[in-house]
């Protein structure tokens, strides 16, 4: 038994726990934060996801497997059951942490009905992603419900915490009634995963050596969720441009698709976009092994472009040491600087995005640098812990015992 106090909330995650990527990758890093002081959190998810060794998950319903992240059809029902699985627990800590807006309206019921106060993790507006979700937009009285929703969880959060800079304004003008409790924090990565430059270089001659690459080949690395909203469409139109400026470059794209899509949906796009044999899909990588893997890669890639969305991968490429490629946002230009100077180049248009690529490609010793700045950056500012403190000191403000 460790000699930690326990953990003086619970999360509850309305999402696939454990997948690779998205909302699963904040959950684990916050809860890894704040296991630097405390017992681990149980956490309260779906019956969908991996378990985690060292983590009590109590999932509503039985465990399967295949529902990736994202909006679905059966979502609604099993936020009904996840409510109610947490209902059924009879000792709960002090406070949850819930994520999403749908785990915000199960802690606004929980509070009204336990009595425990919660604090609501949000990534972005569900009014504004179910919108770009469907392909015929919402109608009215949809949209009126799902801003009642997000009120229902804003209203009766004790914090607001939230993961993009635009997030936070848009809170604010949305929902000016919240604003002394709103909380900007950004992802973070596992200080394990912070490579030094010596292990970022072995690493990669390892990674290399086991993908049978030489020096020669220029290695793009994208992570995260194939999905539209993530930008991998706009980066695959962009891919054939870049492929042609750089005709030793080989794309990685490691990652899921959304329900929906399927990996050789994407394969066929790439062959019939003529750069099949030069676009790879390996898969989602091990949480752990994310920067031994990446650290393969001569640069990574972004073109996510959602204002209101935190954008988690950013840190990760910045751990691994590699220099990013990435649309100017307000959370990729948080991480990166202004200017790049924390590891990366800034584009507006997807356009200038591909020029960044190319330039990278024809300068070695500005891809050094850029890794480098990375790295300083990530030890100096991205460790999961100081988040986690921060965590901790707002359930406390919030009332739990």
């Not at 949000?122 to 801003?147: D, F, I, M, N, P």
């Not at 042609?244 to 794309?251: D, E, G, S, T």
């Not at 929906?260 to 044999?277: A, M």
């Not at 890639?301 to 307000?330: C, D, F, H, Q, S």
Request: charged share 20%.
């Amino acid at each position: 038994m460790s000699d930690l106090p326990p953990a003086p909330f619970a999360v509850v995650a309305p999402t696939p726990f454990y997948t690779p990527g998205g909302c699963s990758a904040r959950i684990l890093g916050e809860i890894e934060g704040v296991s630097a002081f405390c017992r681990s959190p149980t956490v309260f998810t779906y019956g969908t996801g991996a378990d985690l060794p060292g983590l009590e998950v109590v999932r509503a319903g039985p465990q399967i497997r295949g529902l990736a992240t994202g909006l679905h059809w059966s979502r609604p029902g099993m936020d009904v059951l996840l409510a109610r699985t947490v209902l059924a627990r009879r000792e709960l800590p002090g406070s949850l942490h819930v994520h999403l807006y749908e785990g915000g309206s199960i802690g606004a019921l929980i509070r009204k009905l336990r009595g425990i106060p919660y604090v609501v993790d949000l990534q972005g507006s569900l009014v504004e992603e179910t919108s770009r979700y469907l392909r015929r937009g919402l109608g009215g009285v949809t949209k009126a419900w799902l801003r009642r929703v997000e009120r229902l969880a804003e209203d009766g959060a004790s914090f607001i915490v939230t993961s993009s800079p635009s997030m936070v304004r848009f809170l604010r003008e949305h929902s000016p009634r919240t604003a002394d409790r709103i909380v900007f924090l950004d992802d973070g990565v596992p200080e394990h995963s912070i490579l030094s430059s010596a292990d970022r270089d072995k690493f990669r001659a390892a990674a290399r050596a086991k993908e049978s690459r030489t020096e020669g080949d220029f290695v793009i690395a994208y992570l995260g969720s194939l999905s539209p909203t993530q930008g991998i469409d706009r980066l695959l139109e962009s891919a054939p441009e870049i492929l042609r400026q750089i005709p030793n470059a080989v794309f990685r794209l490691y990652g899921v698709p959304n329900p929906g899509s399927t990996l050789r949906e994407y394969r066929d796009r790439c062959t019939r976009l003529g750069i099949g044999s030069q676009v790879q899909f390996p898969g989602p990588v091990p949480y752990d092994d994310t920067s031994r893997v990446l650290a393969a890669a001569d640069v990574a890639v972004t073109w996510k472009t959602n204002p209101l969305e935190a954008n988690g991968k950013v840190p990760v490429y910045m751990a691994a040491g590699i220099p990013t490629v990435g649309i100017r946002t307000p959370i990729t230009e948080h991480y990166l600087g202004t200017h790049g100077e924390k590891g990366g180049l800034l584009a507006e248009t997807a356009q200038e995005a591909v020029a960044g690529v190319v330039r990278l490609a024809g300068d070695p010793s500005l891809r050094q640098r850029l890794g480098d700045a990375a790295l300083a950056a990530a030890h100096a500012e991205l460790t999961w812990q100081s988040r986690g403190q921060r965590i901790l000191q707002l359930h406390k403000q919030g009332g739990a015992a």
